[in-house]
């Protein structure tokens, strides 16, 4: 059995604490009338698992709102809109589901709640040969799907994706399996930003969709900080970092990464330092930093406003 969303506000489960309007008629804040479906709350096992993965979702409503791309429920719009069936599966409080998989289908984001599970997620990461899984990441992942169909398909972007990151029309579910069952490719690090990058073109996208995002978020909460960079020894303008612009509404992708790296070589000088292994464990290589300004380039240029109608 599911919990369909009928009238209770999510502050009641300690969800979220977002602001709506004390005059509005809604009892749900943007990013929670975006859920279709969440698991049984009969059980507390569910409910803790819903509350981490939820604590997820308004980072991603924050970001595409800033952009300023396209945000509407399925229930605003049903062909276009976007949203979320909470799922848990057998094993975990409640069986709900035999089979819960994380994926997207049409607007249709399906999230396994055991994800925000610490021990399964880290369990999942290493089966999979990934340098890192987050509950996050795997939102926005699933997000940039739905910004594909949305942004891409058959729209003025497609033949640049296609020279960017492949043919799509690869058979999506043979080339999962062939991933599945020998591992990422070899080379994968030259080319991706993630080991499972390199399964589909849509998933590579995906991915470096995901990437993207967890850059801009990241600079923004560093600026907000007034973090800089400024290195005492060796010093030299590529590991030298000051953040005094809008990374939402910055068009210059070389400021972007002229922010970003500085800030990942400080952090992962940090780290070793808790006995931590590196918090950003990514190499951008030339080929992956192409994949991260086609992104930049469809959210700045025309990609919010030249999306299919």
Partial sequence: MTSRLVGRANADHRVCNRLVSADGADAFCHACRLNLTIPSLDDAGNLLLWQRTEA???RIVYGVSRFGLPLSSKFEDAERGLAFDFLACAGYGL?????????????????????????????QRRD????????????????????WERLIRNGVWHEDFWETFGDERRNYS???AAHYANGPLRDWRGHYVSSYSGSHPWEDFAETWAHYLHIVDTLEIAAAFGLHVRPR????PVIEMDVDFDLYERRDFNALVAGWLPSTYAVNSLNPSMGQPDLYPFVLTPTVMGKLRFVHGLIHGDGASQELS
């Fill in 56 to 58: 997820a979702k308004p």
């Fill in 95 to 123: 069986q709900e589901e035999p089979h819960v998989f994380t994926d997207h289908a049409h607007g249709l984001i399906t999230i396994d709640i055991a994800e925000a599970d610490d021990a399964k997620r880290e369990g």
């Fill in 128 to 147: 999979m040969a990934e340098l890192y899984r987050t509950v996050l990441g795997l939102f926005r992942s699933e997000v940039g799907h739905y910004y």
């Fill in 174 to 176: 043979v080339a999962l």
């Fill in 233 to 236: 020894i060796g010093r030299h």
